[in-house]
Nanobody, 118 residues
Framework: QVQLVESGGGLVQPGGSLKLSCAAP????????RTWYRQAPGTQREPVAAIGNTDATWYEESVNGRFTISTDNAKSTLYLQMNTLRPEDTAVYYC????????????WGQGTQVTVSS
């Protein structure tokens, strides 16, 4: 059973930073797209950042310039550095892997809650 484990969330003030981690089985990194998603209350889960196995990156417009996605293949870990956080970034953050961000193929993990509030 493939297991994705997200961590690093928490409560932070606007303008603060957090770094999320996603521990995944090494074979997950065989997929091209390694993606972070988020789901705010009452909304659908959506991709916010992705990195390909060629290190090409994509960011959703609202996080571009504030978030940085990276991988440590030796540790089978995916990261999301989040800076200059805003209240609208509040959500549960998930990672997943697949041929493209729109096609995650692994069972979802429990996610990690990020709350941005003063």
């Amino acid at each position: 059973q493939v297991q994705l484990v997200e961590s690093g969330g928490g409560l932070v003030q606007p303008g603060g930073s957090l770094k999320l981690s996603c521990a995944a089985p090494s074979r997950a990194f065989g997929f091209y797209a390694r993606t972070w998603y988020r789901q705010a209350p009452g909304t659908q889960r959506e991709p916010v950042a992705a990195i390909g196995n060629t290190d090409a990156t994509w960011y959703e417009e609202s996080v571009n310039g504030r978030f940085t996605i990276s991988t440590d293949n030796a540790k089978s870990t995916l990261y999301l550095q989040m800076n200059t956080l805003r209240p609208e970034d509040t959500a549960v953050y998930y990672c997943n892997f697949g041929p493209r961000p729109e096609n995650p193929v692994l069972p979802w993990g429990q996610g990690t809650q990020v709350t941005v509030s003063s």
